[in-house]
């Protein structure tokens, strides 16, 4: 990975640490692979997926979704949409007796994206202008085996990505803790607000950023990455477990959903082909989930150095 590309992941997880990136593009969507969707129960053209139904052994998911709809009702009684709140790709409308509902989002009522880097590719291999134009989409096939299977697959227009060859995916973990060790510094020197880290988090880093031994942020060959995780084994394995915590947070369980996996997975497709592969792999047991344990293992941490009091 070059330097702009690594700038990219940098001011990507800035905003996964402010939740924004978060709140913009997750949605229920088993976006671990493909070939799992079709183990699940195929619905008829003619019956209504519940909500949440994709995840069938986490009813959370469904929560994350569909709980936002939440009714304040009272507060204005001029406007009831004013706090009824709709899941992506619908809006609030009122019916006759004034009553809030979520419809789907007419995609013409999307704002215009203004560049490439809104478009989205989905699993159809269409690119959608925006994220929001994709789950207005979706949403018009609600109930449909189609729109069941039809997830957000990556930021930016779909584009062929070549197959992960073996070798590889074994670089992958190599580069990706590297960066989230100097993702996780860049925090620490740039918290001036302190608003990106926790005091707790902090005490962590400090650790490591004052490290002398520590490789610096750089373009590093495979194999000085190889060299360095051993010789300074022990400065990785905070920032993995760092990432679990960021992306574990509906519901925080210790376990890492596709839902959950969305915020990192998405942005990173485009510029590593391999993580779709990675991640799939990750979850060594095939459960759909990825578990604290199982994560760590992907990233060479050692099981007896995996603690759950780290992720925090
Ligand atoms: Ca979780
Ligand atoms: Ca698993």
Not at 264 to 277: D, N, S
């Amino acid at each position: 990975m070059d330097r702009p590309t690594m700038r990219v992941w940098i001011i990507f997880l800035l905003c996964l640490a402010g939740q924004a990136f978060a709140a913009s593009i997750t949605e229920e969507q088993p976006i671990l692979d493909e070939p799992v969707v079709e183990e699940e129960p195929i619905m008829e053209e003619d019956e209504v997926m519940p909500e949440g139904g994709a995840n069938p052994v986490q009813v959370e998911t469904g929560e994350f979704d569909e709980a936002i709809e939440i009714i304040e009702e009272d507060v204005n009684a001029e406007n009831p949409c004013l706090n009824h709140h709709c899941k992506k790709g619908k809006v609030c409308e009122v019916d006759e007796e004034n009553t809030p509902m979520c419809v789907c989002q007419d995609p013409t009522s999307c704002p215009a994206s203004v560049g490439e880097f809104e478009h989205v590719c989905a699993t159809d291999n269409t690119t959608y202008d925006s994220s929001c134009h994709f789950f207005a989409h979706k949403c018009s096939l609600e109930g449909t085996k189609k729109g069941h299977k039809l997830h957000l697959d990556y930021i930016g227009p779909c584009k062929f990505i070549e197959p992960c060859l073996d070798a590889e995916l074994n670089e992958f973990p190599l580069r990706m803790r590297d960066w989230l060790k100097n993702v996780l510094v860049t925090l620490y020197e740039r918290d001036e607000e302190n608003n990106l880290l926790t005091e707790k988090q902090k005490l962590r880093v400090k650790k490591i950023y004052e490290n002398e031994k520590r490789l610096q942020a750089g373009d590093h060959s495979l194999d000085l990455l190889a060299h360095d995780f051993e010789k300074n084994y022990n400065m990785y394995i905070f920032p993995v477990h760092w990432q679990f915590g960021q992306l574990d947070q509906h519901p925080i369980d210790g376990f890492l959903s596709h839902t959950e996996l969305a915020p990192l997975r998405a942005p990173l497709i485009p510029m590593e082909h391999c993580t779709t592969r990675f991640f799939e792999q990750c979850d060594s047991d095939s459960d759909k989930y990825i578990a604290l344990e199982e994560w760590a293992k992907c990233f060479g941490i050692k099981d007896q150095d995996v603690d759950k009091d780290l992720v925090i």
